[in-house]
């Protein structure tokens, strides 16, 4: 079951991506700012407080639910400001490769051997070599920069879904999203002491622009939300992803993200013919032969995991 819901995420977070990429090439270009309106807008998620969604666990799973949404801010600063100096296809392969790793390590260490799936090693290799490879491009270059961002981004991501992982075993899904959220929030808000984030949030915000500066901030801000409103479901999918799935299978969560780089693939294709002004995906034969190569390491896995007895977990 949980297979089916990362799935289902992953497909909603490949259309987020790209309207992402969109975004920060051009109105939002500040990563700090940018992670700090995704984290109040995690704030909608207080609308179900009332209803009695929150409960009141034992104070060190609200420790470990606050730490997974402050992690989980600072691992999208980290990964933005990465998009934002570097091509995306150094940023994203390498994220991409570490954070299933670290995620298999930490699970591995808090868990101990709970936290390790060894009969299922060579599904998460496929996956692993699959997700890495389809994003990565000849031309890409990693550099120690470009790294370092990476690995950050993938070291607090990792970091957040296991300590919510851990707020999920003792608590209701909701009830545990709400205390993840939390946390998330109340990180971008320390994001409003720097004197940049305010500046350009109250440009954004500001109604008392020209008409045409109106008329665009109005049409980027409904977009933003749309995009927002999206990746809620997309995270809320992916966590109930991980609130599922056994410890021991925590690292698959994220090393099935190579599906959605093939959902990416799709959906820019039919974008480029759409509107190719704006998105235009080029391809060459060597190019769509590495793709279909590592899209076959990906369903390797996926079979693997299949006839492991995974998919019904």
């Not at 990792?158 to 899904?173: D, R």
């Not at 690292?251 to 509107?275: C, H, I, P, T």
Request: proline letters at 4%; hydrophobic letters at 60%.
């Amino acid at each position: 079951m949980w297979i089916f819901i990362a799935l289902g995420a992953y497909f909603v977070l490949a259309v987020v991506a790209l309207l992402d990429k969109f975004l920060l090439a051009g109105p939002i270009q500040n990563p700090k700012v940018y992670a700090f309106a995704i984290g109040l807008l995690g704030g909608v998620g207080f609308v179900l407080v009332p209803f009695g969604f929150l409960e009141i666990p034992e104070p060190l799973y609200i420790v470990f639910g606050l730490l997974a949404g402050f992690l989980y801010i600072f691992g999208l600063v980290a990964f933005f400001s990465g998009l934002q100096k570097f091509d995306a296809s150094r940023v994203v392969p390498a994220v991409g490769g570490i954070l299933p790793v670290c995620t298999l390590i930490f699970t591995a260490v808090f868990v101990g051997k709970e936290g390790f799936a060894f009969e299922s090693l060579p599904a998460f290799a496929l996956l692993l070599v699959g997700s890495v490879g389809i994003s990565w491009e000849k031309r890409t270059k990693l550099t120690r920069e470009s790294f370092i961002y990476s690995a950050l981004a993938a070291l607090f991501f990792s970091l957040s879904f296991v300590c919510a992982k851990f707020v999920y075993e003792v608590q209701p899904f909701f009830s545990g999203l709400l205390w993840v959220l939390c946390g998330s929030f109340a990180t971008s808000l320390l994001f409003f002491l720097f004197k940049d984030v305010r500046q350009q949030a109250r440009v954004f915000i500001s109604r008392k622009k020209e008409n045409t500066a109106k008329k665009m901030s109005a049409g980027i801000g409904v977009l933003f939300v749309v995009n927002q409103a999206m990746g809620a479901l997309g995270s809320v999918l992916h966590s109930r992803a991980i609130d599922l799935a056994p410890f021991a299978y925590l690292a698959y969560v994220n090393a099935l993200e190579g599906v959605k780089y093939v959902f990416v693939l799709l959906l820019a294709l039919l974008l480029s013919l759409w509107v190719p002004h704006i998105l235009k995906e080029e391809l060459t034969r060597r190019v769509i032969a590495q793709k279909i190569i590592f899209i076959g390491l990906i369903a390797a896995g996926l079979a693997l995991m299949a006839s492991s007895g995974i998919w019904e977990l």
